[in-house]
């Protein structure tokens, strides 16, 4: 963690925790393979799409040709036209409930299957579960959104193999997106292992068993991923759709505002007012944990993806970065209503999770953040510069996450909208 070093062209450091590496140039695997956007034939890779969806397509139209997990956010518009508009694809649309929905994520998760004319199923782990789950790995990993993550990655693969649909199509890989962790061009598939690894943090359903004495099977056995003999017998597999479309989120999202009535909202916490605008903790108290743990936050991300895209420079990204980095974090009094604990308590969690390598305790309750460009000796990178004014990108916020009638909580299942 000593050596460190931060990529010419981006934001990200050689901390990353998804991994990265620098090449002679001081490039980063990221920048790198983000550059195949450009040099890719993407026509030619959407053939190639094509003819891998072919052979899942069902003829017979007694089931359905493949699934798509979706949220009232993140990419699942623009995914569900790929398929079903573009690719004529019948899917399935199957949905793990996170509870901590915000009205705006259910009309937006509503108007998806209305607008596309989808079928969709929805997951929904009891609540006492969840919140024993919740509990447990706030305290122990720092995290509220393992039930989630986890719930997100294998109700789709327990759907296809129920419903013996082998084919499951994702948006983007978050690996390659950001860190360059494959190439487009590898077509890397769904694995058991990266979603371990990386989604889970290195836990799966049954190790939280013998760490926490708290949990029991009936907690965790949704969570369970298929054994190989379910998947191979149906052959499931999960593809990217960003290895054969070129991935612009921003591009993306609004092209499903003017066509398919996407909204969106502001957060104070990022820029981007496009993803996450169904969740009330994502851009909330799950963004202030990536900052006590890993010394950055979702802003972070946002504004090396734009640097990518040439939409702003690294200097620009660099000043949205420090505006919005140490913003207050909003609702974290819903989640200690709907988890049962009190300010106080949730904070002293928090707390133990901040990593000593970037927060300095000065005196009780009082912390100093030193992040990486503050020390940062590569070439006084960081250090000295002027940094300019934040600039306002152009992103379209046509919503708020709450509307008139909702009554300052969860909406712990909610199904449909009136507006
Ligand atoms: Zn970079």
Known sequence: MIN???????????????????????????????????????????????????????????????????????????IVYLVKERLGLNPLLVTYNKYFNTPLGIRNLANLRIRFNCDIL???????????????TLRQFGSIYWPILAGQTVFPVQTAVRYKIPLIIWGAHQG???????????????????RKDHDLMGYEADDLLSIFDTLKEEDIWQYRYPDDQSLNAIGVRGIYLGNYVRWDPKAQHEKMIAEYGYKTSSFNRTFDCYD???CFNYMGLHDLLKLY?????????????EIRHGRITREQGLALVKKYEQAEIEYSDLFCQWLGVDRKGLQFILDQHRNPFYWFQVRLGAWE???????????????????????????????????????SAYVVVGKGYSC
């Not at 390659?176 to 990266?194: I, K, N, P």
């Not at 743990?293 to 993806?305: F, I």
Request: hydrophobic residues 30%; proline residues 3%; glycine residues 4%.
């Open 293 to 305: 743990k890993h010394g950055y936050s979702k802003v972070t991300d946002h504004a090396c993806r």
């Open 4 to 78: 460190f070093h931060f990529c010419k062209r981006c934001l990200y450091s050689t901390a990353h925790p998804l991994g990265l590496v620098l090449d002679a140039e001081g490039i980063c695997s990221g920048c790198r393979i983000h550059e195949e956007k450009d040099r890719l034939d993407w026509s030619e890779r959407w053939e190639k799409l094509e003819a891998l969806v072919n052979p899942y397509r069902n003829k017979a139209g007694s089931n359905y040709d493949c699934i798509i997990p979706v949220t009232g956010a993140q990419d699942s518009y623009y």
């Open 369 to 407: 953040f030193c992040d990486l460009t503050m020390r940062c000796s590569d070439n006084n990178f960081f250090c000295g510069q002027n940094i300019s004014d934040p600039v306002l990108l152009s992103y379209e916020i046509n919503a708020a996450l709450k509307n008139n009638f909702d009554k």
């Open 276 to 278: 996450y605008v169904d």
């Open 176 to 194: 390659l997106e950001q860190v360059g962790m494959f190439s487009h061009e590898h077509e890397v598939e769904m694995t058991r292992r990266y």
């Open 122 to 136: 929805y997951q929904n782990v009891n609540p006492i579960s969840v919140k024993k789950i919740t509990r447990s």
